[in-house]
């Protein structure tokens, strides 16, 4: 008797591997499954077993009391909605609460921050300071690690707003106190914000959106741009030597005196902006990007033809390059 036990679990075991083996054959004859991909089959078809057998008790009972399916499905629809409706606002309840804890901590993040600042100006005199000495290397440090806690957050332009208006970071007559070289700031909402001679040099600013911005002489070598919106933007005297350019739109930008060498402007929209006076322009930057009959060329380039083409047609285009 002991024997024999082992010996039906060992069939049993078996069996149930050549049924597993026989599904996935089933199913899938053909395809060659990585591991995560089998493992989400097997937990489907043992979910499916389950349904099954889940299902099948009602219907065994319905039998003796000539009760179907449908009716044990019209006595249980109503608490199983009810049931669906009670799960649903819990996790919405719980998102909610997630949500307001994370803006929470943003607020108190930022609160610190600016409090920590204003205590430095104060009494360290931390206008006076000079770039790359202990109070501007600790303010950086403090700085950088504010922006990565904001990271993506409506208050990282609060932030910036405070280091340019506080004159810490650069202006078109002031000297940067603080490094923000390398800064993350994606997502940077700040439209019509004035940022004149701001030094920002392998910032991360991309899908930022600073339509009208006011960016004259402002250092942005090798900032990443990509698919920010800069429409209408001042950008005279702007330095944007191998600035990463990507899908920007800078339709209607003032780029007088601006400098574009090496920066990458694949896609980037150039519908009716004078580049006249650009400075470090060339051929091929031009011919990877969208354009129109309003659009400004320097005397020593030519229009691309492809300029006289809808939109929509340069960008698929422009597609077909990549």
Do not use: C
């Not at 054959?25 to 043992?46: F, G, I, K, T, Y």
């Not at 009760?67 to 044990?72: A, P, R, V």
């Not at 607020?107 to 921050?113: P, R, V």
């Not at 405070?162 to 004159?167: I, R």
């Amino acid at each position: 008797m002991t024997q024999q036990a082992p010996n039906t679990r060992a069939r049993l075991v078996r069996l149930l591997n050549l049924i597993r083996f026989e599904l996935r054959q089933a199913l899938v004859p053909h395809w060659p499954l990585h591991e995560d991909e089998v493992w989400l089959l097997e937990s489907v078809v043992r979910w499916t077993i389950r349904i099954v057998v889940v299902l099948s008790i009602p219907v065994l009972i319905g039998y003796a009391y000539d009760i179907t399916l449908w009716d044990w499905m019209k006595l249980l629809i109503v608490p199983l909605v009810i049931a669906g409706i009670g799960i649903w606002f819990n996790s919405q309840q719980r998102a909610g609460e997630t949500q307001s804890a994370e803006r929470r901590a943003e607020d108190d993040a930022l609160e610190a921050y600016l409090n920590d600042m204003t205590t430095l100006m104060v009494d360290k005199a931390l206008r006076k300071a000079q770039l790359g000495d202990d109070l501007s290397t600790a303010v950086r440090a403090r700085t950088l690690t504010v922006l990565n806690r904001l990271f993506r957050s409506v208050h990282n332009r609060e932030v910036l707003r405070f280091l340019y208006e506080s004159k810490l970071i650069g202006t078109t007559e002031d000297h940067p106190v603080v490094n923000l070289r390398g800064a993350a700031l994606p997502e940077l909402y700040a439209p019509g914000a004035n940022l004149q001679g701001v030094n920002l040099p392998l910032t991360n600013l991309s899908d930022a959106i600073l339509p009208d911005a006011q960016l004259q002489e402002a250092k942005l070598q090798e900032a990443r741009l990509g698919e920010a919106w800069l429409a209408g933007a001042k950008l005279r005297g702007a330095q944007l030597q191998r600035a990463w350019l990507y899908k920007v739109d800078l339709q209607g930008a003032d780029l007088t005196g601006a400098n574009l060498q090496e920066a990458k402007i694949f896609e980037a929209n150039l519908l009716g902006v004078d580049l006249s006076r650009t400075v470090g322009l060339t051929q091929a930057q031009l011919d990877v990007a969208l354009g129109d009959q309003e659009t400004q060329v320097p005397d020593y380039l030519e229009r691309p033809k492809a300029w006289i083409m809808p939109i929509e047609e340069q960008r698929l285009r422009l597609s077909q390059l990549r």
